[in-house]
């Protein structure tokens, strides 16, 4: 409310809009190649809690002070993400958290269902639980014309399978993707006079969101 009342340039880093997988969906969607969304998925499996006090960030495993865990620091992008796609404002309908594998105040697994008016399920996991130093990402977008995968094998791309098609599309030489889009978008609009890409409200629903999934799960809601 704040930035919009003083017409404050207020951005929020959305990575995961800038990428081929969320252009050539929303493209689709407008030229409606897509038909009716009948689910999305978005998983996003880090590596554990230790990075972040390797990292000198202990806070990010305060409820307190980051709000939460897996679900408010990952999963937040799958929900902006989702809207991002949709165009629709969802509502959450089922959701479950897990700490049985780090055993702290914050969770380490949560999954979140969430529907569209328009009747679209989305399936959200966000985790602290890859046990590694990679990761397990999964993007996938099932619709009544065509199936959409993000891939990543042999650079960036997405699947598009449909009635007698399966093919794979990949980013052209050059192509800026996640954090590296982000900062160029945001410094070009600037440059432009442009709005941000993604706005304060935009996250202040997402997490409106992910405190509506924490309530439901049973967690705490950290308050300010």
């Known amino acids: 409310d704040l930035a919009e009342s003083k017409h404050a340039w207020a951005a929020v880093p959305m990575p995961f809009r800038y990428s081929l997988f969320a252009k050539t969906a929303v493209e689709m969607r407008q030229r409606g190649e897509l038909g ?3 689910h999305m998925l978005f998983r996003f499996n880090q590596p554990g809690v230790q990075r972040y006090l390797d990292l000198g960030s202990p806070w990010m495993l305060s409820k307190a002070d980051a709000g939460g865990g897996a679900l408010i620091n990952l999963g937040i992008h799958g929900i902006d993400l989702f809207r991002y796609i949709t165009s629709e404002e969802p509502s959450v309908v089922s959701a479950v958290t897990s700490h049985a594998i780090h055993k702290r105040e914050i969770e380490d697994y949560a999954h979140v269902t969430l529907r ?3 009747g679209t399920v989305f399936l959200n996991e966000a985790s602290y ?4 130093t990679a990761g397990d990402q999964e993007r ?3 619709a009544e014309k065509v199936f959409l995968k993000a891939t990543t094998t042999g650079g960036e ?3 598009i399978v449909g009635p ?3 093919e794979t599309k990949r980013a052209p030489e050059g192509y800026l993707s996640g954090w ?3 900062v160029n978008e945001c410094l070009n609009r600037i440059g432009r006079g442009e709005p941000p890409p993604a706005t304060a409200r935009d996250c202040a629903r997402a997490v409106s969101l992910i405190f509506d999934a924490y309530r439901m799960a049973g967690e705490t809601v950290a308050r300010s």
């Open 36 to 38: 009716t969304i009948s």
């Open 116 to 118: 569209t008016p328009g």
């Open 129 to 132: 639980t890859f046990p590694g």
């Open 140 to 142: 996938k977008l099932s």
């Open 157 to 159: 791309g997405v699947q």
């Open 164 to 166: 007698g098609r399966d």
């Open 180 to 182: 590296p889009k982000v």
